[in-house]
């Protein structure tokens, strides 16, 4: 409290929103005393005019107070510091204008701020009694939204501004007249020029006028402290930045744009007004130098600016923003020194994002391929390049050297530009988007697999492509979601791998072994090989070590048939030896190949077919079926080839069904043996249950000839012949579990472990087991089936077969049956085909796209008779006898 100042013993609250000196003054006139005891009451030094400012004595206390100041005024006022000090221009430092707090001035320069004076509405004085709002000391101030007038600029009388100079402290000040010293020596030396304000004629404006539309804007962002509207609603922004851009557009308008261009761009009356000043004005001499560069000196120039500034800022899109600025552009062009990105940079200091994005929309129609990635221009926000080198280095460990198939697929025209030309094009652009990087360094990062000169004349070809923005649309997400996520692989990491050992010619007669792939000459490896190198490293195939220096042309046309070559099982086997190769050289926490989600391409139209849009199903039977199986699928299905081959790629076509002779010439009955009979279940029937290979040979249709070679590729010993049968020892135990109480007979127990009858029957008598002659066996189920499945029984594994028939058909698809069932998927349709092979008739409609497995009507008739048999025979075992006892 300051105990040295006393309280007034009458008291005059402040009007919402007046300013310190109004509020001043009226209190002197409500005391009845002169200006200069009421400032010196409340500690206020008594100003003088000339001197003041090297006696430490501020010219105009609504600028700023001290804290002490402030008390002071508080405790004597009995108002609230909060209330004093917002009656200052303090209350609009840091929004509205910049106050320099250490010499007490308001920086001219910035946010259009007013040194010194004020505007005025006559209607608004007449209203208040004279008192004077602080809004219209500011540079924004230019019209009156109550009382629908332009704000007067000076005394009508005395030509000046009003508030400019300090009121006389030795009169009672008179409310609502100007202050000004006198402009005629007969007047009064002390009382100023004395014409009553409240008599000023200013020009009325229409209600919805475009200047007070853009005064209530500016009330709008200087009151909320924050501007929401137009293209800041994407990316609000807080008022000094937004004043900021406001100013630097409409002072580049002022200064720079053509009379015409004006009054195409406002109001007619306001344009008229702007252009032709009074002539005898003392403001039209200051309204020409250096225009829009400091505050207006005219509030009709102020409102020419402000509505000039908001027709570019106003629009809810910044594109639709950088068209208007783009015709303003056009009509400054022969002013302006250049017009360049970076030229804005002249506009002023503390311009947001925003404007930045307008003037880069604006740009955009002129700007190269590559600059439209550097800037962004087709995203929400164009934006200046930010990315350093060393974020650029990160963004390339993500990227491969040529794009990702589902991506390159989406973005590759169907003519003009040869993917495989294009896809390290489009990878390398991900390394431009944003950053300053240079064409030719972008390239290198990734293997400099294409050039900059590539790169610059493709970007070129695609520019004039329709779908072209999208295209640059899908760039952009890819790169915003390559750089906040992390990607599973390390690309940069694959590219200096030594891919000289992958896929060894052993290793590649094992995979063709294992697959039933016909292992084919030379070329055919090397195909595989320069595939499986591209799919890993993420460099084209070209660059694969053991890709040929001659005819190339023709070995690259044997690549292209690669897709249709390749079955789903060389797939899978492909990428085992993928992850062996990864795993050699100590990559193990990295997935074969990784591609960025489709997602990202949502709403996007792009040149490329979705390949989501084909039926994969009926593509592979297409496949299978014609001599020139991609270009028809292609025809089919109305998309291009490279959009079917990327399908196979992804979705490898099962192998068509091969004759006796065509399958014996390929091996792929030995790739059916391996898949019927694995290594698990040859142990079992060989070594286990001690069948001989004849009897194998009888269960699963395979030759002994084939079971053999099957046995030495698994390295399981074959016995010498019959004489090893004596050596073997039938257990008790296990003898009376099968033919007493299972009540097999001996012909089966002996077939199941390759010795004759007769020596079962001996190892019966060694145990004291009675024989009982003449006892069916168990195994002749086949005699009790219906007839319609008495052919399917040829064998003992032929109640399995019908087992899984049974089973597999509650399933869509096969596929899905074999997963469930927890059996290989070429073992369930091998065992179903044979079932259908034995019956004579198909059994199964094959699932398609959009339509689940169906029975056939045989296959319905056999499904019924198969349950009802499965039923009896239950119930068979149920009911049955009880076994003799030994």
């Given amino acids: 409290m300051n105990e ?68 002071a005024i508080a405790h004597a006022s009995g108002l609230g510091e909060q ?51 602080l809004f219209w000391r500011l540079g924004w101030a230019f019209a009156c939204p109550r009382h629908h007038r332009l704000l007067a600029d000076c005394c009508p009388n005395c030509g000046r501004i009003q508030r400019r100079l300090p009121r006389s402290g030795r009169l009672i000040p008179g409310l609502g007249i100007c202050g000004n010293p006198p402009s005629r020596q007969d007047g009064d030396p002390s009382g100023g020029c004395g014409f009553d304000l409240t008599e000023t004629e200013t020009p009325l404006l229409p209600a919805g006028h475009a200047a007070l539309i853009a005064q209530d804007r500016l009330l709008e962002i200087i009151d909320s402290g924050t501007a929401s509207f137009g293209a800041y609603i994407a990316d609000p922004q807080p008022t000094r930045t937004a004043l900021a851009d406001i100013r630097a557009v409409g002072g580049r308008v002022l200064a720079d744009l053509p009379a015409d261009n004006i009054r195409s761009l406002v109001p007619a009356d306001i344009a008229d007004m702007h252009l032709t000043p009074e ?91 590559s600059e439209q990635l550097r800037f962004r221009t087709p995203t929400t926000m164009p934006s200046r390049p930010k990315s350093t080198s060393r974020a650029v280095a990160r963004r390339a460990r993500k990227v491969p050297s040529t794009f990702w198939p589902s991506w390159a697929v989406r973005l590759t025209p169907s003519n003009g530009i040869y993917p495989r030309t ?50 640059v649309t899908a760039l952009l997400r890819l790169v915003d979601y390559l750089d906040a996520h992390d990607v599973p692989i390390d690309y940069q990491r694959r590219r200096r791998l030594d891919y000289t050992r992958l896929l060894p010619h052993a290793r590649w007669l094992d995979i063709c072994r294992r697959t039933g792939t016909v292992p084919g000459s030379g070329p055919r490896e090397r195909i595989v090989r320069c595939q499986l190198f591209q799919r890993i490293s993420g460099l084209p195939a070209e660059a694969a070590p053991d ?57 996007l139209e792009l040149p490329g077919s979705d390949p989501a849009h084909i039926d994969v199903s009926r593509l592979h039977t297409l496949i299978r079926q014609h001599k020139n199986p991609v270009q028809h699928a292609a025809k089919t299905f109305g998309t291009s080839i490279r959009v079917v081959r990327h399908l196979l790629d992804e979705h490898p076509a099962p192998a068509a069904p091969l004759t006796k002779r065509a399958a014996r010439a390929t091996g792929h009955i030995r ?25 194998i040979e009888a269960l699963t249709g395979f030759s002994s000839h084939l079971l053999t070679t099957l046995a030495r590729e698994y390295g399981i010993p074959l016995r010498d012949g019959p004489q090893d ?17 299972r009540q097999r007979s001996l012909t089966d127990l002996a077939d199941e472990t390759g010795m004759s009858r007769m020596t079962m029957s001996r190892w019966a008598h060694t145990h004291n087991i009675p024989v009982q002659p003449g006892r069916a066996g168990s195994h002749n189920a086949a005699l009790r ?27 869509p698809t096969l596929y899905e049956a074999a997963q469930t069932l927890a059996i290989n998927y070429t073992t369930l349709t091998t065992q179903i085909a044979r079932l259908e092979q034995e019956l004579g008739q198909p059994l199964l409609e094959r699932a398609e796209r959009g339509r689940a497995m169906q029975l056939t009507p045989f296959g319905q008739r056999v499904t019924v008779a198969a349950r009802k048999f499965r039923a009896e025979e239950m119930t068979r075992q149920v009911m049955q006898d009880p076994p003799a006892k030994p």
């Fill in 4 to 71: 040295g100042v006393r309280t007034l013993p009458i008291r005059l609250p402040p009007l919402p929103g007046e300013a310190l000196d109004s509020w001043l003054e009226a209190l002197a006139r409500r005391l009845d005393s002169p200006l200069g005891d009421v400032l010196r009451h409340f500690g206020l030094p008594a100003r003088s005019g000339r001197g003041d400012h090297l006696r430490g004595i501020p010219t105009d206390w609504t600028i700023l107070l001290d804290r002490r100041q402030a008390a």
């Fill in 83 to 133: 209330t004093i000090t917002g009656m200052t221009l303090a209350h609009y430092d840091g929004r509205a204008i910049r106050i320099n707090f250490e010499r007490r001035y308001v920086n001219r320069w910035v946010l259009w701020g007013r040194g010194a004076g004020s505007r005025f509405c006559p209607d608004c004085l007449t209203d208040s009694g004279g008192r004077w709002p």
């Fill in 279 to 369: 002539p005898d004005s003392r403001l039209a001499s200051r309204a020409s130098e250096r225009p829009g560069f400091m505050a207006p000196p005219r509030a009709v120039s102020a409102a020419v600016a402000v509505i000039a500034a908001l027709r570019v800022l106003e629009p809810g899109d910044v594109h639709e923003g950088g068209e208007v600025m783009r015709s303003l552009l056009e009509a400054m062009r022969e002013r302006l020194y250049q017009i360049s990105p970076r030229s804005i940079d002249t506009w002023g200091k503390g311009l947001s994002p925003v404007l930045h994005g307008v003037y880069l929309a604006a740009l955009a129609p002129s700007f190269r391929t």
């Fill in 422 to 471: 294009l896809a390290p094009v489009l990878a390398s652009s991900l390394l431009i988007v944003g950053s300053c990087t240079q064409l030719t360094t972008a390239a290198g990062f990734l293997g400099s697999v294409t050039d900059g000169v590539t790169m610059s004349r493709i970007l070129q070809a695609l520019q004039n492509h329709p779908h072209w923005q999208d295209m």
């Fill in 547 to 603: 890709y040929p220096s001659i005819n190339e042309a023709r070995f690259r046309a044997e690549v292209a048939r690669f897709a249709v070559f390749q079955t789903p099982e060389l797939a899978a086997a492909l990428v085992d030896e993928a992850r062996y190769f990864l795993a050699a050289h100590r990559v193990r926490d990295e997935p074969v190949t990784w591609q960025p989600p489709m997602s990202l391409l949502a709403g």
């Fill in 671 to 695: 790739f059916q043996a391996r898949q019927a009979v694995p290594k698990e279940t040859f142990t079992r029937l060989y070594q286990d249950e001690h069948r001989s290979l004849k009897q």
């Fill in 725 to 741: 049968y004596k050596r073997w020892t039938v257990e008790r135990d296990w003898l009376i579990e099968q033919y007493v109480i």
């Fill in 785 to 811: 089936a219906p007839d319609i499945l008495r052919k399917a029984f040829s064998d003992t594994y032929a109640w399995q077969r019908v087992e899984r028939f049974l089973d597999a058909v509650a399933h």
